[in-house]
């Protein structure tokens, strides 16, 4: 039996993905699991996808959409897009996908529009990239959108009395009703931290690839994990997210 291993959010960053993942000696016995925003932040957005293709045909491997994903797949099909996708990364990301040949472009679309809503293992460990708002879990979820855009379940895991009992009737019925849950989004880079998280029994894996942070490779068993160097020093010559 492999590694079941939880990749951060990537923003770009090819270089650092692939250091991770030689860091964290990935082999073909283990399932990787993305937590989405492969874009927008550093310069090698279509490097990132690409390579992401790649080790969709050679590993078993389960991606989740994020929502910079799913602006990015927004502009590739409609080319429509939002200020504030523009001024968080997405330019950059335009400017680097004006270069691609068609056959490639329709890879990527065809990439993005597989990307998973979320991912609930035999274990009842839910990984998605951003939450859920539904008190009786993902399966019931009125908003999809939510899976890649809300923050409200990472904002009151922060925010819970660690005293309080799980059979209490104030405690979060969303936190009861997985083992755990593993999401991305949010970078911990907020409270001042650069490893994976856990709040409740949510494990937060963002560690601020984007900004001044490393990208993190996490075992989801052992809770071991790995990680590139923060990813400024990899692309010296850019600004990312900063």
Known sequence: ????????????????????????????????????????GWGESPQVIDYLIKLKSQYRCIFMRGNHDDL????????????QWFTHGGQLTTEKYKDLTKERLELHILFLESLEDYYLDAHNRLFVHAGFTNL??????????????????????????????????????????????????TPVTRIGETTPQLKANVWNVDTGAAFK?????????????????????????????N
Do not use: C
């Open 136 to 185: 009786n879990g993902v399966k019931h979820e009125y908003f999809t959108r939510m899976f890649y855009w809300e923050r409200t379940l990472w904002e009151t895991a922060l925010a819970l009395d660690d005293r309080l009992d799980h059979n209490h009737p104030q405690y979060p019925k969303r936190f009861t009703l997985y083992h755990e849950i593993f999401i991305g989004h």
């Open 72 to 83: 990015l797949l927004e502009w590739l099909k409609t080319g429509e897009y939002t200020e």
């Open 213 to 241: 942070g490393p990208l993190t490779v996490m075992d989801a068993d052992t809770k071991e994990f790995w990680q590139s160097e923060p990813v400024y020093k990899l692309y010296p010559e850019e600004n990312g997210r």
């Open 1 to 40: 039996m492999g590694r079941t291993l939880v990749i951060g959010d990537i923003h770009g960053a090819y270089r650092a993905l692939q250091q991770v993942l030689e860091r964290a000696g990935v082999t073909k016995h283990d399932e990787l699991i993305f937590l989405g925003d492969y874009v927008d």
